[in-house]
T-cell receptor
């Protein structure tokens, strides 16, 4: 009930490609879905977030797609850059529950 | 605005010692959350505090772990009689209001138990 399942565990993308990370949840009480980016040795930083009354949100190269009926949401990183190499966590509120993370590596 | 400050950044303790981790929330934030991150894993919620109150400690181990957020000073996460399994990164986040939006994380304290 309280889990957020994230996949893939790791992702390798070429520069300029699209990175896609998926998450699924079970608890329909969740009403806020943020994505966090974490660089080694740093704390997670909020990247982008969505509420379930919206199916898509875009901020620059980052887009969240949300499927309420399937209880799934995904992060798309367009035109991926080496500087995007980090670990990405999806999460869900009410109590901030994190997915297990995806380590993204973008090669030039 | 200095952000969420955690110290120390790195802490080494021998088995059986006590570890004290400190978190100073962002200015104007009165809600603090502690998370633990084991190597290659996501962050696990531990405890949510407001000034002088523990609101939700459902993620705290039943023994050896305690947290406080006094009226004055930083929030403290205290681990007594540490064991090797306590080795992890401990992150603190703060927000201006309760379990909703606007979380800001600190850079964490990396605890190593030898």
């Amino acid at each position: 009930q309280q889990q957020v399942k994230q996949s893939p565990q790791s992702l390798i993308v070429q520069k300029g490609g699209i990175s896609i990370i998926n998450c699924a949840y079970e608890n329909t009480a969740f009403d806020y879905f943020p994505w966090y980016q974490q660089f080694p040795g740093k704390g997670p930083a909020l990247l982008i977030a969505i509420r379930p009354d919206v199916s898509e949100k875009k901020e620059g190269r980052f887009t969240i797609s949300f499927n309420k009926s399937a209880k799934q949401f995904s992060l798309h990183i367009m035109d991926s850059q080496p500087g995007d190499s980090a670990t990405y966590f999806c999460a869900a509120l009410d109590k901030l529950i994190f997915g297990t993370g995806t380590r993204l590596q973008v090669f030039p | 605005n200095a952000g969420v400050m955690q110290n120390p950044r790195h802490l080494v303790r021998r088995r059986g010692q006590e570890a004290r981790l400190r978190c100073s929330p962002m200015k104007g934030h009165s809600h603090v959350y502690w998370y633990r991150q084991l190597p290659e894993e996501g962050l696990k919620f531990m405890v949510y505090l407001q000034k002088e109150n523990i609101i939700d400690e459902s993620g705290m181990p039943k023994e050896r772990f305690s947290a406080e957020f006094p009226k004055e000073g930083p929030s403290i996460l205290r681990i007594q009689q540490v064991v090797r399994g306590d080795s992890a990164a401990y992150f603190c986040a703060s927000s201006p209001s309760g379990l909703r939006y606007g979380y800001t994380f600190g850079s964490g304290t990396r605890l190593t138990v030898v």
